[in-house]
C-alpha cells in the first residue's frame, strides 16, 4: 500500500467498508489486511480499469488515514467513523433496526430518533467524501443498506453525476417497510440513484410498489434545519410513479419509476454471484479423503456454513438433525454434521442470543448421541480460511442452508461450484435469494422442521442410490453458477447504469 494523490475519479464505489481493514496488534501498531469477499473480486477489475476509488470506512473507529493507492490498481479513501457512530449508526440503526426490518421482523427492529441522527449524519458524512473525489459527470456505485441515503445526497450535491444503488439484503414488503418512522426519507434518498438494484424480482417490486405509495408523502418533517437539509437532498422522492415493467431474462425485473421532478429511475433486479475461479483454483489443493478421515469417514458427512445471525436458521437445521439420530432415521454412529458458525455483531444482544442458543443446542446433541473422541456435531465458531472451507465445500455430501430470509446466500452457490461432477446435494430454504435460481435443490422451509427433515432425507437417500437424477441437478445447477458469476452480474448492473432511461446502449 502507497499514499494516493489527491485526484478526481470517473468510477467510484461507496460501501461501508473498504475492501482492506486498518488492524491493530497488541503494540498499538497498525497494519492494512485484505478483506476477501465476492465484492471486492467483482469490483477490483471495474476500478483497475477506470483507475478509480473505493471510499468506506477502515474498520476501527476514532482512526483518519491518509488516502492510499491499492496494489490492485485503484485508490482507497477512508471515512471516519466515531465510536459513537459505529454504535448507533452501524450496531444502531443499520443493524438493530433496518436488518430485522428487512428481514421480516424475525426479531423486533428497535426505532430510537438518535439512531436515525447519526445514520443521516453519517450518510452524509460518505456523501460529501465522495463527492469531493469524484470528476465531472463520473459514475458513483452506493453499496447496501447502511448508505441508503447517500444517493439522494449526492444527487443534490452534484446533479452531474451518475448514480447506482445496490441493495444486497432483501427489500421487504410495503406494508412492513411502513413501520419505519423515517420511510419517506429513506426512499426519497434511494431515489437519489438512476439505477437501484435487488437480487430478485421480488424485492424490485416491493420498492416499486412502496415508492407508488410512500413516496409522495410531503409535509412530515418537523422543520428542524437538519431534517429540513436532509428533506433538500432527497428532493426527487415525491413520485408520480410512470412505471414500465419489461424483461425477464435470467430472473430481470426492470422498471422505471418517473419521480415528481421528471426523472427518470429505473429499478431492476441483479442475483449477485461469486467469483469462480477462486473456487475452482482452490478444489485444486482439496484433499477430500484427508478431511473425511481426520472426521472419521462417515457414511454421510453433512454441512453448514453460516454467519452466527438470527437470520440463518441454525438452530432449526440442528433441531432436524437431532430428531432424525432421535428416531434413527439418520444414524448418529455414521453422520457427521460440520457447522462453521463465523462471529458476526456480538455486541448486539439478539446475536449473543442466538449463540447461546446454538451453543446449547449443540451441546445437547453431542451430550446425547456422540462419544468420546467422537462428537456427531464439530462445532466451529471463528472464521476459516479459503482453503479449508473449500475443502469442506469439496468432502461434504450434503451442505444445509436454511435461512428464514437472505437476500441471496452465496454459500449455497460455493457449495454447488465445488461439486462440478454432480456428486453431493443442496437442501435449500425456499426463503434464500438464491433458490430463485438454484430451484434443482432440495428446498425445504426453514420455518417448519418437517420440511427440512424431509428435504434432507431426500437427499440422503437420493446419495445412497447413487441418483443419475441427483446428479443431473447438481450440474444443472453448477452451470448456473456458472454462466452467471459475479463478474456476470456486474457488468449487468454497470451496463444497465450507462444505459440512458428508456434508451438502447
Known amino acids: 500500500m502507497s499514499s494516493a494523490s489527491s485526484e478526481r475519479y470517473s468510477f467510484i464505489v461507496v460501501a461501508n467498508r473498504l475492501p482492506v481493514d486498518l488492524e491493530r496488534d497488541s503494540k498499538g501498531n497498525q497494519r492494512w489486511v485484505p478483506s476477501p469477499g465476492g465484492l471486492v473480486s467483482a469490483l477490483t477489475p471495474v476500478l483497475a480499469a477506470h483507475e478509480g476509488a473505493w471510499v468506506g470506512w477502515p474498520g476501527i473507529p476514532d482512526v483518519s488515514p491518509e488516502p492510499l493507492h491499492s496494489e490492485k490498481g485503484y485508490d482507497l479513501h477512508p471515512v471516519t467513523l466515531r465510536q459513537r457512530d459505529f454504535e448507533e449508526f452501524y450496531e444502531g440503526f443499520s443493524n438493530a433496526t433496518l436488518w430485522p426490518l428487512y428481514h421480516d421482523l424475525i426479531v423486533t427492529p428497535e426505532y430510537h430518533r438518535h439512531w436515525w441522527e447519526t445514520y443521516r449524519e453519517v450518510n452524509l458524512r460518505f456523501a460529501e467524501a465522495t463527492a469531493a473525489i469524484?470528476?465531472?459527470?463520473?459514475?458513483?456505485?452506493?453499496?447496501?443498506?447502511?448508505?441508503?441515503?447517500?444517493?439522494?445526497?449526492?444527487?443534490?450535491?452534484?446533479?452531474?453525476?451518475?448514480?447506482?444503488?445496490?441493495?444486497?439484503?432483501?427489500?421487504?414488503?410495503?406494508?412492513?417497510?411502513?413501520?419505519?418512522?423515517?420511510?419517506?426519507?429513506?426512499?426519497?434518498?434511494?431515489?437519489?440513484?438512476?439505477?437501484?438494484?435487488?437480487?430478485?424480482?421480488?424485492?424490485?417490486?416491493?420498492?416499486?410498489?412502496?415508492?407508488?405509495?410512500?413516496?409522495?408523502?410531503?409535509?412530515?418533517?418537523?422543520?428542524?434545519?437538519?431534517?429540513?437539509?436532509?428533506?433538500?437532498?432527497?428532493?426527487?422522492?415525491?413520485?408520480?410513479?410512470?412505471?414500465?415493467?419489461?424483461?425477464?431474462?435470467?430472473?430481470?425485473?426492470?422498471?422505471?419509476?418517473?419521480?415528481?421532478?421528471?426523472?427518470?429511475?429505473?429499478?431492476?433486479?441483479?442475483?449477485?454471484?461469486?467469483?469462480?475461479?477462486?473456487?475452482?483454483?482452490?478444489?485444486?489443493?482439496?484433499?477430500?479423503?484427508?478431511?473425511?478421515?481426520?472426521?472419521?469417514?462417515?457414511?454421510?458427512?453433512?454441512?453448514?456454513?453460516?454467519?452466527?445471525?438470527?437470520?440463518?436458521?441454525?438452530?432449526?437445521?440442528?433441531?432436524?438433525?437431532?430428531?432424525?439420530?432421535?428416531?434413527?432415521?439418520?444414524?448418529?454412529?455414521?453422520?457427521?454434521?460440520?457447522?462453521?458458525?463465523?462471529?458476526?455483531?456480538?455486541?448486539?444482544?439478539?446475536?449473543?442470543?442466538?449463540?447461546?442458543?446454538?451453543?446449547?443446542?449443540?451441546?445437547?446433541?453431542?451430550?446425547?448421541?456422540?462419544?468420546?473422541?467422537?462428537?456427531?456435531?464439530?462445532?466451529?465458531?471463528?472464521?476459516?480460511?479459503?482453503?479449508e472451507l473449500v475443502n469442506l465445500y469439496a468432502a461434504a455430501d450434503i451442505m444445509l442452508v436454511t435461512p428464514l430470509k437472505d437476500g441471496m446466500n452465496l454459500v449455497a452457490k460455493e457449495y454447488v461450484c465445488a461439486h462440478p461432477e454432480g456428486d453431493g446435494a443442496l437442501v435449500l430454504s425456499e426463503f434464500a435469494g438464491a433458490a430463485a435460481e438454484l430451484h434443482d435443490a432440495y428446498l425445504c422451509n426453514p420455518h417448519d422442521i418437517e420440511s427440512i427433515k424431509r428435504a434432507l432425507l431426500s437427499a440422503v437417500r437420493d446419495l445412497r442410490d447413487d441418483s443419475t437424477q441427483s446428479k443431473e441437478r447438481m450440474q444443472a445447477m453448477n452451470h448456473t453458477v456458472m454462466e452467471h458469476d459475479v463478474h456476470y452480474w456486474a457488468e449487468s448492473f454497470l451496463s444497465a447504469l450507462a444505459t440512458p432511461a428508456g434508451g438502447e446502449k
Open 134 to 387: 469524484a470528476e465531472e459527470g463520473a459514475t458513483i456505485w452506493v453499496q447496501d443498506y447502511q448508505l441508503q441515503l447517500v444517493p439522494g445526497i449526492l444527487r443534490h450535491l452534484r446533479p452531474d453525476l451518475t448514480i447506482g444503488l445496490f441493495l444486497h439484503i432483501p427489500f421487504p414488503s410495503p406494508d412492513l417497510f411502513r413501520q419505519l418512522p423515517w420511510r419517506e426519507e429513506i426512499v426519497r434518498g434511494m431515489l437519489g440513484a438512476d439505477v437501484i438494484g435487488f437480487h430478485l424480482d421480488r424485492d424490485a417490486a416491493n420498492f416499486v410498489h412502496l415508492a407508488r405509495s410512500v413516496g409522495g408523502l410531503a409535509g412530515s418533517h418537523t422543520g428542524q434545519p437538519d431534517e429540513l437539509a436532509i428533506s433538500e437532498y432527497c428532493a426527487d422522492g415525491e413520485c408520480d410513479l410512470d412505471t414500465d415493467v419489461s424483461a425477464r431474462e435470467h430472473h430481470c425485473y426492470r422498471a422505471t419509476v418517473t419521480t415528481a421532478t421528471g426523472r427518470s429511475v429505473r429499478i431492476g433486479s441483479f442475483p449477485i454471484s461469486l467469483d469462480t475461479s477462486e473456487i475452482t483454483a482452490a478444489l485444486q489443493s482439496a484433499d477430500v479423503p484427508a478431511l473425511r478421515s481426520r472426521l472419521g469417514d462417515p457414511e454421510v458427512l453433512i454441512l453448514g456454513v453460516d454467519r452466527l445471525d438470527y437470520t440463518k436458521g441454525i438452530e432449526a437445521r440442528l433441531d432436524a438433525c437431532e430428531e432424525l439420530f432421535d428416531t434413527e432415521a439418520l444414524d448418529p454412529a455414521s453422520t457427521v454434521v460440520v457447522q462453521v458458525a463465523t462471529p458476526s455483531r456480538e455486541r448486539i444482544e439478539h446475536y449473543r442470543t442466538t449463540r447461546a442458543r446454538v451453543e446449547h443446542t449443540v451441546g445437547r446433541i453431542n451430550g446425547r448421541f456422540g462419544e468420546i473422541g467422537r462428537p456427531v456435531v464439530h462445532y466451529l465458531h471463528h472464521a476459516v480460511d479459503k482453503t
